[in-house]
Antibody
Framework: QVQLVESGGGLVKPGGSLRLSCAASGFTFSDYYITWIRQAPGKGLEWVSYISGGGVTMHYADSVKGRFTISRDNAKKSLYLQMYGLRAEDTAVYYC?????????????????WGKGTTVTVS | SYELTQPPSVSVSPGQTASITCSGGKLGDKYASWYQQKPGQSPVLVIYKDDKRPSGIPARFSGSNSGNTATLTISETQAMDEASYYCQAWDSSLGVFGGGTKLTVL
């Protein structure tokens, strides 16, 4: 079935680095934009970044721009989030999610499949 | 930066209608999506493109979006609908979530 599975979370010291992975199955991975969304403990959802199906288009939230890098390997059906310069406020559950929708008319992407998340703790 | 504002909490009696609002500048010119999240679980899409329901989502969930406000309406609310609900939109290709609304069914 359609599935996303995140991995790579853990405990890291402030200023440290971590690489998250998201393995996809059950759908044609390269056809879809994929996004990272995080949720700090007891807080709401925060969009982090997305990447287009071909890996050409990427966008980042201001809070992570310049510190996080999103990438994908379509042959491996995998998405990555390389995180540098981690801060305490980056502590969160990180979800990857499939984006469905399109850009005509208007930008109407929505997240229709979510993983279970991986936990990042910066302390 | 663009912001979406939701009430922190909404209460509803079983069988009644719950309405959760999401406000943002000219939100009606964008497409809104809504996500349901129960404790310890991943979010689930309940409404996309303002008023479309994904397969498997009960018909009691509906959405609208006009002016500066998008609204998620849950008719004949059931105990299983108790959860946090988040609206989401895109502004200049950047994702924005509302702060979330905790729906209590009592």
């Amino acid at each position: 079935q359609v599935q996303l599975v995140e991995s790579g979370g853990g405990l890291v010291k402030p200023g440290g680095s971590l690489r998250l992975s998201c393995a996809a199955s059950g759908f044609t991975f390269s056809d879809y934009y994929i996004t990272w969304i995080r949720q700090a403990p007891g807080k709401g959802l925060e969009w982090v970044s997305y990447i287009s199906g071909g890996g050409v288009t990427m966008h980042y939230a201001d809070s992570v721009k310049g510190r996080f890098t999103i990438s994908r390997d379509n042959a491996k059906k995998s998405l990555y989030l390389q995180m540098y310069g981690l801060r305490a406020e980056d502590t969160a559950v990180y979800y990857c999610a499939r984006m469905d929708g399109g850009t005509h008319p208007g930008f109407f992407y929505y997240m229709d499949v979510w993983g279970k998340g991986t936990t990042v703790t910066v302390s | 930066s663009y912001e979406l504002t939701q009430p922190p909490s909404v209460s509803v009696s079983p069988g009644q209608t719950a309405s959760i609002t999401c406000s943002g500048g000219k939100l009606g010119d964008k497409y809104a999506s809504w996500y349901q999240q129960k404790p310890g679980q991943s979010p689930v899409l309940v409404i996309y493109k303002d008023d479309k329901r994904p397969s498997g989502i009960p018909a009691r969930f509906s959405g609208s979006n006009s002016g500066n406000t998008a609204t998620l309406t849950i008719s004949e609310t059931q105990a299983m609908d108790e959860a946090s609900y988040y609206c989401q939109a895109w502004d200049s290709s950047l994702g924005v979530f509302g702060g979330g609304t905790k729906l209590t069914v009592l």
